[in-house]
């Protein structure tokens, strides 16, 4: 659910990057504030506990041009990567306009996407959200590695709805922009709507 502020003209958009633990949430995330933002002299937050260090979440404001006089701005996060946090997870999805869920593409990481789509779809209708209409994304990672499979199979095993799929790199920053503007579109797209 997007914030608007009136008194700044501007409409602030959450977009949560969700999948399981060492996909490569953070990494994109890392990526993308590394030749933005950070440029800007802006800050990243992150969240870390003595006991996972996957455990974060990241912050991230970018703007990305107007609707209807207002300037958007999108804030990013990740979740953790362990279902053992979900209550984490949860919190972290409450007002979220758009989701990117990150894949890994090693053949032996497929029983924890699976398990990790199955948690977002069950936490979004928990808030509400409907799984069907919601901003969504699905980004294979890891497309560099030997053991990747092939991405047709990949999205045969988890394209839930038609949604864009998209190949990358995280590391390298391979399809991480493209990434961000394909959920990127959907949300600008949803808010000219309402």
Partial sequence: MSFIN???RE???????????LGGKTTNL?????????????????????????????????ELGTVRGFKTRFHLYTVPGQIFYDASRKLILRGVDGVVFVAD???ERM?????????LRTNLKEHGYDF????YVLQLNKRDLPNALPAGKLRQMLQLKGEPVL?????????VLETLKAVGRQVLAELKKG
């Fill in 11 to 21: 409409i602030n958009c959450k977009i949560v990057y969700y999948g399981a633990g």
């Fill in 167 to 175: 190949e990358a790199v995280a590391v390298n920053g391979a399809g």
């Fill in 30 to 62: 890392q990526w993308i504030f590394e030749r933005t933002v950070a440029k800007s002299g802006g800050k990243m937050l992150s969240l870390a506990t003595e006991t996972d260090r996957t455990l974060f979440f990241d912050f991230l404001p970018i």
């Fill in 111 to 119: 029983d924890a996407n699976e398990e990790a789509l199955d948690n």
């Fill in 105 to 107: 593409s090693q053949e």
């Fill in 132 to 135: 069907a209409t919601i901003p």
């Fill in 6 to 8: 009136f008194s700044s």
